[in-house]
């Protein structure tokens, strides 16, 4: 199921996004749409921990605030959704891609340039899908980018996933998570720790591993070896 949110205060284009995005999206992938008209209101859902849209579509130019403060406030909180903007404006456009986001459509809108932006999404995003992990915290779901969690960590039912700048509890057990991620790029190297060998920068006494931003994670006597024979393969590849 895809969310997909539209933060602006003119509704016509809510109308034409959902008419061309809900024709263009494969049959077994249901939509479903949330209309802003404020950025307080997009952001009220995010202190509630209720915003758990894939892709927003959002104007700058909001009637409340400043959009790129609700894009900014929703990379701060790390939360992994795609966005495209909606300007008048050919300058917001530049601005918009020093915050990363995906596309840029000129209002008033046109059919075939949000056809367009669907057509890429649909190829791009939903083959990225396996990259996502979708956790319960507190009664809620929250969806985390694996690649963003260097490594989880395990503290008797307590899972942690540790990012650059943060770190979320869920409980999972490890045996499951592990068998889970094993073809995601994760390996298992203590029982009580996973790690994204992306992150991984070298071996360090054949007893732990060190990651590039210099956490240091242990390893057991029975992983190394394993470890060490993956870590080759991939640097042959890479």
């Keep these: 199921m895809l969310q997909i949110a539209v933060c602006d205060i003119d509704k016509k284009g809510l109308s034409l996004v959902r008419e061309i995005w809900e024709n263009q999206l494969p049959d077994t992938e249901e939509a479903i749409f949330t209309y802003y008209g404020t950025g307080r209101e997009l952001l009220e859902e995010v202190r509630e921990d209720r915003f758990g849209q894939g892709v927003l579509f959002i104007d700058p130019q909001l009637p409340d605030m400043d959009g790129f403060v609700v894009i900014e406030i929703l990379q701060r909180h790390r939360i ?109 190297c203590h029982q009580s720790f996973l790690i994204n060998l992306d992150y991984v920068y070298r071996i360090e006494n054949n007893n732990s591993v060190l990651l590039f931003n210099r956490h240091q994670i242990p390893v057991s006597r029975r992983y190394i070896r394993q470890l060490k024979e993956i870590l080759a393969e991939r640097s042959m590849e890479g």
């Design 80 to 188: 992994p959704v795609t966005v495209i903007l909606l300007s008048k404006d050919n300058e917001a456009a530049q601005k918009g891609y020093r915050f990363h986001v995906y596309d840029f459509l000129h209002k008033p809108l046109q059919s075939e340039e949000v056809r367009r932006t669907a057509d890429r999404y649909i190829r791009e995003f939903l083959r990225r899908e396996d990259h996502l992990l979708t956790v319960r915290v507190r009664g809620k779901e929250k969806t985390l980018w694996l690649d963003d969690i260097m490594y989880f960590e395990s503290h008797v039912r307590v899972l942690k996933a540790v990012m650059e700048e943060d770190t979320l509890d869920f409980y999972m057990k490890m045996n499951v998570l592990a068998d889970m991620l094993r073809s995601k790029g994760f390996f298992r």
